[in-house]
């Protein structure tokens, strides 16, 4: 079993619907991001939490640690916002790598 | 200001063949790894730098791989004798310290294929 996993794989939705993607971990953690990766490869951070619930324009992004959940939401959605989103921890006390989830292929059809 | 950058975008080379990926940090950034994305998965570790310092290697698959950061900047993680399961997407990230709340950057990633 994966430390994490993410659910669904992928993902296809209508311009405007509301999305949420789920991540959930077994390892204990200092912190979790969120990242969006577009076609070609390139990674942004999205969000990096390690509690609570973060907000950023039309995405939010929230953290229960004691279930070891976090959810990605994202309000409105818009063809543009069509990408992988993946889910990395960061181990408590690692040296500082990340471990991933296999990712959520988004597709948003206008 | 300048982001990860990662050379080149694309390497394609044959079976058994030696390779050299290069990534230049964020200026001023201490920490660097280097991960590996096959197709359809997420991103595993390979290697962390903290300064001129391979802190965990844990993440390199065998000894045919290799990385180097002499300066505590640029680093280039090396290949020898690639073999077609090398075939993968290359990121390197750079955060401002190695610690659990820094943020990463990611670079745009090498994709290696390899014949």
């Known amino acids: 079993k994966n430390e994490v996993e993410q659910s669904p794989q992928n993902l296809t939705a209508q311009e405007g619907e509301f999305i949420t993607i789920n991540c959930s971990y077994s390892?204990?953690?200092?912190?979790l991001h969120w990242l969006q990766q577009h076609p070609g490869g390139g990674i942004v951070s999205l969000f990096m939490l390690s509690s609570g619930k973060k907000k950023h324009g039309r995405l939010i992004a929230t953290i229960n640690i004691q279930e070891k959940h976090s959810s990605l939401h994202i309000t409105a959605s818009h063809p543009r916002d069509s990408a992988v989103y993946i889910c990395?921890?960061?181990?408590?006390?690692?040296?500082?790598?990340?471990?991933f989830g296999k990712g959520t292929k988004l597709s948003v059809k206008p | 200001g300048a982001g990860v950058s990662q050379t080149p975008s694309n390497k394609v080379t044959e079976k058994g063949k030696y390779v050299e990926l290069r990534c230049d940090p964020i200026?001023?950034?201490?920490?660097l790894y280097w991960y590996r994305q096959s197709l359809g998965q997420g991103p595993e570790f390979l290697i962390y730098?903290?300064?001129?310092?391979?802190?965990?290697d844990s993440g390199l698959p065998n000894d045919r791989f290799f990385a180097v950061r002499p300066e505590g900047s640029v680093s280039t993680l090396k290949i020898q004798r690639t073999e077609r399961g090398d075939s993968a997407v290359y990121l390197c990230?750079?955060?401002?310290?190695?610690?659990?709340?820094?943020?990463?950057?990611f670079g745009p990633g090498t994709r290696l294929t390899v014949l």
């Open positions: 990395a921890v960061r181990g408590r006390g690692s040296q500082g790598n990340l471990i």
């Open positions: 200026s001023g950034h201490t920490a």
């Open positions: 990230a750079s955060s401002l310290f190695g610690r659990e709340y820094n943020e990463q950057f």
């Open positions: 730098f903290q300064g001129t310092g391979a802190a965990d």
């Open positions: 390892v204990g953690i200092s912190a």
